[in-house]
Nanobody, 116 residues
Framework: QVQLVESGGDLVQPGGSLRLSCAAS????????MGWYRQAPGKQRELVAT???????NYADAAKGRFTISRDNAKNTVYLQMNSLKPEDTAVYYC??????????WGQGTQVTVSS
C-alpha cells in the first residue's frame, strides 16, 4: 500500500523558516522521484521542488534560493526546508512520488500559513 505522510506545516511569521517532512512507504521511495507541490486558495497546484533518485533537483523560480529539497534514503523521507518565508508562500503543500511508467502518488497535504 502506498503511503505518503506529510508533516511540519504551521503558522509562521514572514521571514521565518519551516521544514516539511514526507515519510513514504519503502516500496515507493526506492523507485520514485520525490517532490513537493503547493496549492493556494483559488489557484492551481504548482510545482515547488523535485529530486530524482540520483539527487538531481529542480526548483520553481519562486523557490530558488529560499527552499531546499533533500531526501534521506535510510528513512524513506523527503524534506523541504523553507527559509525567508513570504505571505505568498501560504498554501497546502503536497508530497509527490512519481514512478516511471506507473504514475503519481500524493500525500494528504500539510497547511503552511505565513502571516504576521
Amino acid at each position: 500500500q502506498v503511503q505518503l505522510v506529510e508533516s511540519g506545516g504551521d503558522l509562521v511569521q514572514p521571514g521565518g523558516s519551516l521544514r516539511l517532512s514526507c515519510a513514504a512507504s519503502r516500496s515507493v521511495f526506492s523507485l520514485a522521484a520525490m517532490g513537493w507541490y503547493r496549492q493556494a486558495p483559488g489557484k492551481q497546484r504548482e510545482l515547488v521542488a523535485t529530486m530524482t533518485k540520483g539527487g538531481t533537483t529542480n526548483y520553481a523560480d519562486a523557490a530558488k534560493g529560499r527552499f531546499t529539497i533533500s531526501r534521506d534514503n535510510a528513512k524513506n523521507t523527503v524534506y523541504l526546508q523553507m527559509n525567508s518565508l513570504k505571505p505568498e508562500d501560504t498554501a497546502v503543500y503536497y508530497c509527490n512520488a512519481r514512478i516511471f511508467a506507473i504514475g503519481d502518488y500524493w500525500g494528504q497535504g500539510t497547511q503552511v500559513t505565513v502571516s504576521s
